[in-house]
């Protein structure tokens, strides 16, 4: 066991504090120092050693370089958050919460599925970074597919999705149910949905559960087959520009988008149209993106806790790469969690719905 003899006081004659500053100043050898640092010191190096190591990094302000000790140690260095899309600032506040969690420790990378060669090519990419763990959100089918066996991952409003990964989900389906029934409070009996690309679990469930609320009200939800895009305001606006005109609105007193994306691009629409908001045609989203509180009218929405999302998930991952840190009987992480956790949405009612008109 090591147990160095101190030395006198030793101050850098240089910028940056480094190992060998702390070792001699402690009077120790730079491997006890590394020892101690990276929190191996115990059975190796005397208590009153590694305390007196503890003290110089204190006083000197020693900072220990996070790349030479993932390294030294073998430690993964990242986690990466993988969303469908760029355009959607939704996953933006998904990873900032990430981050929050993890950030101390880990490096947070913001990783993209549908864009280049899809989902295969951005996940052979990702493994080739030896990740300690990823978050991986609304992802597809084909994506679930690839996602590696022995890679610690955590699955973000993936409602439906394999049980063998942990996964935190938002209530959608509650909260499409909410917005079902305020429309139907407002006297709306066929209301138009824009749906969103590319399928996935959440946006099919956020359909079919407003669908199956308005029809059980005595309402309609008419799902046009070319109303659909991708999260992005050009594309939804481009969409909804041409299909959301004649026959299709006969009848029609409110549109609902897949997204706050969606809804934003149809209340451009409508207003180069000459249509009022919420006096001719009601109009609501999902997210309450923070743009959605802004525009005029303002968005009606199904608020999903983004920043909370991201949070949850990035506290379930560090859990679990805690626990792969202990000695395997030691282990509990996966025994006392839930494989799924469900956060509570609300709908935010404000001025872009109102009254079906006669």
């Given at each position: 066991?090591?147990?160095?003899?101190?030395?006198?006081?030793?101050?850098?004659?240089?910028?940056?504090?480094?190992?060998?500053?702390?070792?001699?100043?402690?009077?120790?050898?730079?491997?006890?120092?590394?020892?101690?640092?990276?929190?191996?010191?115990?059975?190796?190096?005397?208590?009153?050693?590694?305390?007196?190591?503890?003290?110089?990094?204190?006083?000197?302000?020693?900072v220990?370089?996070?790349?030479?000790?993932?390294?030294?140690?073998?430690?993964?260095?990242?986690?990466?958050?993988?969303?469908?899309?760029?355009?959607?600032?939704?996953?933006?506040?998904?990873?900032l919460?990430?981050?929050a969690?993890?950030?101390?420790?880990?490096?947070?990378?913001?990783?993209?599925?549908?864009?280049?060669?899809?989902?295969?090519?951005?996940?052979?990419?990702?493994?080739?970074?030896?990740?300690?763990?990823?978050?991986?959100?609304?992802?597809?089918?084909?994506?679930?597919?690839?996602l590696?066996?022995?890679?610690?991952?955590?699955?973000?409003?993936?409602?439906?999705?394999?049980?063998?990964?942990?996964?935190?989900?938002?209530?959608?389906?509650?909260?499409?149910?909410?917005?079902?029934?305020?429309?139907?409070?407002?006297?709306?009996?066929?209301?138009?949905?824009?749906?969103?690309?590319?399928?996935?679990?959440?946006?099919?469930?956020?359909?079919?559960?407003?669908?199956?609320?308005?029809?059980?009200?005595?309402?309609?939800?008419?799902?046009?087959?070319?109303?659909?895009?991708?999260?992005?305001?050009?594309a939804?606006?481009?969409?909804?520009?041409?299909?959301?005109?004649?026959?299709?609105?006969?009848?029609?007193?409110?549109?609902?988008?897949?997204?706050?994306?969606?809804?934003?691009?149809?209340?451009?629409?409508?207003?180069?149209?000459?249509?009022?908001?919420?006096?001719?045609?009601?109009?609501?989203?999902?997210?309450?993106?923070?743009?959605?509180?802004?525009?005029?009218?303002?968005?009606?929405?199904?608020?999903?806790?983004?920043?909370?999302?991201?949070?949850?998930?990035?506290?379930?991952?560090?859990?679990?790469?805690?626990?792969?840190?202990?000695?395997t009987?030691?282990?509990?992480?996966?025994?006392?969690?839930?494989?799924?956790?469900?956060?509570?949405?609300?709908l935010?009612?404000?001025?872009?719905?109102?009254?079906?008109?006669?």
């Open positions: 066991m090591a147990s160095d003899a101190p030395a006198a006081e030793v101050r850098p004659s240089h910028g940056r504090v480094r190992a060998v500053d702390v070792a001699a100043a402690a009077g120790v050898s730079i491997s006890t120092v590394s020892l101690v640092v990276n929190d191996k010191w115990e059975g190796r190096v005397a208590p009153d050693t590694a305390a007196r190591v503890r003290s110089e990094v204190l006083r000197l302000g020693y220990v370089d996070e790349s030479a000790r993932r390294l030294a140690t073998g430690d993964a260095g990242a986690i990466a958050v993988v969303s469908p899309a760029f355009t959607n600032p939704f996953y933006a506040q998904v990873a919460g990430a981050a969690v993890l950030g101390d420790r880990y490096q947070v990378v913001f990783s993209v599925t549908e864009v280049g060669d899809g989902p295969a090519a951005t996940m052979r990419g990702l493994w080739g970074m030896r990740l300690a763990g990823a978050l991986v959100a609304a992802p597809s089918p084909d994506l679930l597919s690839l590696p066996s022995e890679l610690p991952v955590v699955l973000l409003d993936a409602p439906g999705a394999d049980p063998a990964h942990l996964r935190v989900d938002l209530d959608v389906a509650g909260g499409s149910v909410q917005l079902g029934r305020h429309l139907l409070e407002l006297g709306h009996r066929r209301v138009v949905y824009v749906d969103a690309l590319p399928d996935s679990d959440t946006f099919r469930i956020r359909r079919e559960a407003l669908a199956a609320a308005l029809t059980a009200g005595g309402a309609e939800l008419v799902c046009e087959p070319r109303l659909v895009s991708a999260v992005d305001i050009g939804a606006h481009a969409v909804a520009s041409a299909v959301l005109h004649g026959p299709l609105l006969d009848g029609v007193t409110a549109v609902v988008g897949a997204t706050d994306i969606h809804a934003l691009a149809v209340l451009r629409v409508f207003a180069a149209a000459g249509r009022s908001v919420p006096g001719d045609v009601s109009v609501a989203g999902f997210d309450d993106q923070p743009l959605s509180a802004y525009v005029t009218p303002s968005l009606t929405t199904v608020a999903l806790p983004a920043t909370d999302l991201g949070v949850a998930a990035a506290t379930a991952l560090a859990e679990v790469l805690a626990d792969r840190e202990r000695p009987a030691a282990r509990r992480a996966g025994a006392r969690r839930d494989p799924v956790t469900v956060l509570p949405v609300t935010t009612v404000r001025d872009s719905t109102g009254p079906a008109r006669c």
